[in-house]
Structures are given as C-alpha cells and as structure tokens.
C-alpha cells in the first residue's frame, strides 16, 4: 500500500508535527499502567491550558470529533428539553441532528453558509432553553462564530461549543466566554492525527449530568472515575494507548511554541493566504470580519473543474485541498491551513501550484 | 515521560507485531485520498477472512471494542425489544447495560462467572426473542462459550457475539456459526494498539437496521455509505487514519503467518501455560473444556498479595498481568498470551518472574 507523503491543506486532517509521529511509536503501555495514567494526567493538564480553563474533567475522548459532539449533547440533553442550535453550515445541522436523537425540542437559529450567526438571535430563540449550542469555526465555510456575548447573556441556559477546528489555531477562552461544554478535535490545529476528541465540562455543567445517557461508551459518570480517579483507576473502556501518546505530544509542542504563538502563527498564515489568494483569481468566499486564518473558504476561478483541479493538486503536486459542500459544493475550494501545515513556505508551494493549475485549465 | 518496554500479559493491550509499529508512523493521509480509501478497502477485505464470513458490511469502528459493542446494538434493537443476554462475567453485564439503554427488554441468563453458559438455556429463554447476545471469549474470566448451536437454533432471532478477545486467538466461524453481528477489538489477538473496534454484520441483521439510531456516530446508514460507497465516499467522520494502518499492517502480519497457524500459535502458548502454572502453585480457575489459550485465569498461591505480586512483576520484571474482576478480584489474576505476546519464549519470561516472585513472598 502506498502512503505518499501529502502537503494536507485540506478541511482536516492537517500534517502532524514530527513529535507526534514519533510518539506514536513509542512501546505500548497498559491503560492501568502508572506510566500510562501519569500520562494521561499531563496531557489532561495540558488540555487546561490549551482551552484555557481550570474545568476539572478536561480530557480527551476516545473517538474522533463528532464523538465528542455525540458526548456534549448525550450527556445533558434529556427528553424534551428546548435547545437552541446555531445552524449555518455541516456541523450547526450535525448538531440538530444529534440533539434530536437525544430527544431535545430542537430550535433552529439559521443564517446564509458563509456568514456568521448574530449572538442576539440565538439568545432570543428561546425564553429559557436548557442548552444554546454553536459552532466557534464551522469547518464546512471558513466562518467564525462569535462566542463571548453567548456566555454573557446566557441565563440558565448551558452553553455548548464546537471547537474542533478552533482550539490551537485561534484564541478559545472556555472561562472568560463561559463556555460549559465544549469539545475539539486532535486533527486540526492540534497537529495530530484524528481519533481523539478533546473536551471539557464546567462545574456548572457537572451540575447537570444525566445519571445515565443513552450511550455507554460516551458516559461521563462512568469516563471520570477513570480519568478523574485518585490513585487506582476504575477501568470504564481500553484507552487508545498510542493515540494518547501522539496528542500528548502535540499538546508540548503547541505549548513548547507557546499557546499565543501557535495563535499567531496560524493567524499569519491566514493574513498571508487570505491576501494572495485573489490576486490569484481565487475570491474569499466567507464573510469579512468573520474569516478563519486556518480555514479558508475560495470561490473557483471561471473554468476552473473542481473536480478536476483537486485531482491535479493532489496527484501532481501532493497537496491536498478540500472540496465545497451544501449549497456551494463544485464552487469553493476549502483550503486548511492548521497545526504544522500551518508555515509560510507551505503556503508558498500552494500558490505556486494553484498558479499553474490555474494557467493550464483556465 | 517514560513509557518503559513492558512484555503486556494482562488481559489487552498486547505488544503490538513490529509491521504495526511501523506502519503507525508512515505519512497522514486525508480519510478521502484515494491512497486511503485503499487500504481501506484491503483493510476490511483482510477483516473478512479473518471474521470468517463474506458480510459486506465489515469493518472497523472508530473507536475501542466498547464503542463496537454499543454500535452492534443501538443499530438493531428498538424499544421494547426483547433480548436476551449471557451474563457469566463483565462483558455480558455490560451487554445487559448497553441493550438497555436502547430500550430493550433484556432476559438475563445468568451462570457463574468462570463457568460457560449452556447455550441451551439461552435458546429457551424467551420464546421469540428479537435478539441473542452472548460473550465468546469473557475476558473477565478466561471462559469460552459456544456460539455454533445458538446459530443453528437462533429461528427469527438476530446473533450477536462480542469476540474481542478471541478474533484472531481462537476460531471465530461467522458465517458457519450463523452469527449476524459480531465486534472486536484491536489490542488482543490481532496485535494491533487498542482504538478500533472492527465489526460485521450479516445480510439478514442489515433488513433490520434501525433507520435513524439512538447514536449519530455509530449510525451504520451513514458509516456504510463510506465505508461501502462506490467511487466517491460520503463523509461522515474523519477516520482515524493512523490506527487504520497499524490495524492494516496487523491484519497482514495475521494472515503472512496464516490464520490458522495464528491460532494454533495461540493455543500451543495456552496449553504450555496451563501446563506449567499449576505446577507453580497458580491454579487453573476457568472451568476445564471451556478455558480461552489466549486468556489464562489463575488463583493465587496462599500468602500472595494481588496488588504487591502485579506491582513486584511489574515494576522489577517489566511484565504486565491483570487483576481479577467482580467476585474474585484480589483471588486471581489474568494472563493473557495474545497477538505479538503470543511466544514461548514470553511465558518462559513469565513463569521465571513468577516463580521468583512467590519464593519471595509466600
């Protein structure tokens, strides 16, 4: 089988910095080895920082994303209760989806794909839902919800966050926005390879755990004696030992750069993309003022195939580009620019190609 | 960190096959580059032969064994269903919890954990049970219980078998034995870290999937439309990339060595190790006929502390066992010989360390 080495500048997964890759193959340890749990300790400990909180149960799920979405709404949704869903684009209308398993009065607050949600309308969705729930980067557009004035203005509600293609690229302040759930992914601005789901639960959310969701594997009552246990662990499910290994260092490596650091290199290289890709030919396509550094959204130039574009990129060139999806697929091109992908010479060698794509097709 | 080199004897993870630590750190590919889609189509075809069946729905979840077994209910019972459960040990247990909160009506069949259940007593159970589920290899006491007659006998009812710890060791016959759903886990027999959960589901189980399941993430309508998908592939979740080429590269070193020169590695370590423990003072705890070569439980010689014994094997000689569980935690202990472990040479290591560990402290 072959494994080409791509440069990964698509919606996710982006390149894993080296460190993690040789994490990976480190010996493996047991789940209840002390080795292994102090590990898991730090990493979590690492989490904290990363998503800027103190919120006690912070630590990683043991599946990709949208287990984490799965977990957020499974855990504190029951039957009936009206959660307010932020919707414009793939993971607002996931998140309808998954609170509407979970049996939740689901209201819609729906905006255009490719521009943000005004705050104030999903505060007035509803007189008091039990959860408002948005989108922080919805991959899908390149659009970046607005968060703070949600925790503001919260009353009773919870408030839950998708941030998997957030945290680590851009500032995700879980406390100081009041966040009470939020949950990520280790594949984007993390530089890791996808399997893991980081996520975090404020005290105020503890509050409100159900006893016993309708998912074993997801059940928070259960996760937290193991992740949160004093000494011995209580085994709830097999860690995914390696994959443990590889976020835990990628979480040193974003903190060894520092977490502002990392914040502003994935801004630089999204100021850098966002300025030279339409004198390309390629226009921005979200809204301004609301673009993503690390998720960028292009209309296609006239003639160029999306299709056929994407085929040359990726076989000649071995970048990977994203495709549009919804209302604007074969018409965007999402470009990712995340985790170590996330370097000015990377971007470089996307121009160049995209120059050439472009002056072949067009 | 330190994560030692430990020889993992306990009841998984195993030490991986070196092609697995290998193929772990080759380069990340996007979970829709045709290189990926790939492998994993050779991935589920290597799946196939060793579940033993032609199921066209085989393949591995995104998650550890856990999630495998909630996925193989919640896409199958509705509720009110009544399904009736072995129960001789953790994993039934746990099967009853799962079912349950799908909403099902679940009969208990209950036997001693240590002793197999008589599949009889499950096929008299309940008259027309939607469903039967029962543990194969019950990694909480080292029993095997028989599959083959259920399948025969199972009328209208689906089969359900939880084979994590025995695909790969032992025989599993999916489709002579008549089984509908099956799970597994990556971290025992197959040799491979833990994290996916592979799975198969038979033509007659896929006219009863449930269209819209309690969980999004283990939905198989959607799962099956990329794992399946003609040419282009749906997205649905990220997969996780790099577990899927270690479970790959461990699938390729199973069927390199044969499938069944696999399991006849696996049942020449169980019989030297029910062979030689007894004669160390650690008798065979599992009853005779019914005991898993690749999950071994023993009592504990007279004077030798649980915790102090695990912490002396495996602080001084680096050698992973398990505790007990339920009933007999702190009275046996669980060796497990599986995967990559699976050597003479790894038991000789055991047995001097445990002979030397008794002398001290009994």
């Known amino acids: 089988m072959t494994r080409s080495e791509r440069l990964l500048m698509g919606p996710g997964p982006s390149n894993p910095y ?8 480190e010996p493996v340890l047991g789940h209840l080895d ?36 799965e977990a957020a709404f499974v855990n504190f949704v029951k039957p009936g209760d009206c959660v307010v869903v932020g919707v414009n684009g793939v993971f607002g209308t996931r998140m309808c989806d998954v609170a509407t398993r979970a049996g939740a009065e689901v209201v819609k607050v729906e905006e255009d794909w490719g521009r943000a949600i005004d705050p104030q309308r999903l505060l007035e969705a509803h007189p008091d839902p039990a959860l408002i729930a948005v989108v ?3 991959t899908s557009t390149g659009i970046r919800n607005d968060i703070a004035p949600l925790g503001e203005n919260k009353g009773g509600a ?44 404020s005290e105020r959310a503890m509050e409100h755990l159900i006893p016993t969701p309708q998912s074993w594997y997801l059940d928070l009552n259960m996760i937290k004696d193991y992740v949160l ?10 860690a995914p030992i390696s994959m443990l290994y590889a976020l ?47 998720l960028t959204t292009v209309t296609l130039p006239e003639g160029l195939d999306d299709a056929q574009g994407r085929k040359i990129l ?49």
């Open 18 to 25: 080296p460190e993690v890759m040789k994490a990976l193959s």
């Open 34 to 69: 002390p080795e292994f749990i102090a590990l898991l300790d730090e990493t979590n400990d690492y989490l904290r920082t990363v998503w800027q909180t103190s919120n006690s149960l912070t630590f990683p799920i043991s599946a990709t994303g949208s287990a984490g979405m």
């Open 136 to 138: 922080h980067a919805e």
């Open 158 to 201: 919870l408030l839950l966050v998708d941030c998997v293609t957030s945290l680590g690229g851009i500032p995700v302040l879980t406390d100081d926005w009041g966040i009470d759930i939020a949950y990520s992914g280790s594949q984007k601005c993390l530089g890791v390879p996808p399997g893991l789901s980081p996520i975090t639960i």
């Open 229 to 238: 246990g004093d000494g011995a662990r209580a085994y709830h499910h097999t």
């Open 248 to 294: 835990h260092a990628g979480l040193e490596t974003v903190l060894g750069e520092g977490l502002k650091e990392t914040w502003a290199r994935h801004q630089s290289c999204g100021d850098y993309l966002h300025e030279q890709l339409p004198e390309l030919g390629f226009d921005l396509w979200a809204q301004e003022g609301h673009r993503l550094p690390e």
């Open 314 to 362: 990726l076989e000649r060139y071995g970048i990977e580009v994203g495709g549009g999806l919804g209302p604007v697929a074969g018409k965007v091109w999402r470009i990712g620019c995340m985790g170590h992908t996330a370097r000015i010479e990377n971007i470089d060698r996307l121009l160049t190609a995209l120059k050439e794509v472009k002056s072949e097709l067009c």
